[in-house]
Nanobody, 122 residues
Framework: QVQLQESGPGLVKPSQTLSLACTVS??????????WAWIRQPPGKGLEWMGA???????YYSPSLKSRTVISRDTSKNQFTLHLTSVTPEDTAVYYC??????????????WGQGTLVTVSS
């Protein structure tokens, strides 16, 4: 059974880059037919899909975040990463990584990590 685990700093200062990793076990991130996504949920708000990377390595981004987001992967570690630049307090959220058969999974779809809270504050 696939398992995903987010890791990274819980506190980032404004204007810096937020970097998170998602370590995957039980499946290969190079498998065809799946997307590996990053989704976030700000306090008191709904889920926001940020982007995803396919099994072949193609990356897809939310238009609203595209200018600040890079999703990459390290196949030797079976890990994919999120980098979000120029963060502001509005980027404070619980960040999830997920695997699904489509780009934008609903919360009940696919397999999700437990989520990690990232706070942007000086």
């Amino acid at each position: 059974q696939v398992q995903l685990q987010e890791s990274g700093p819980g506190l980032v200062k404004p204007s810096q880059t937020l970097s998170l990793a998602c370590t995957v076990s039980g499946a290969s991130i190079t498998s065809n037919g799946y997307y590996w996504a990053w989704i976030r949920q700000p306090p008191g708000k709904g889920l926001e899909w940020m982007g995803a990377i396919s099994g072949s390595g193609s990356a897809y981004y939310s238009p609203s975040l595209k200018s600040r987001t890079v999703i990459s992967r390290d196949t030797s570690k079976n890990q994919f990463t999120l980098h979000l630049t120029s963060v502001t307090p509005e980027d404070t959220a619980v960040y999830y990584c997920a695997r699904a058969e489509w780009l934008r999974p609903a919360r009940s779809e696919g397999s999700w990590g437990q989520g990690t809270l990232v706070t942007v504050s000086s």
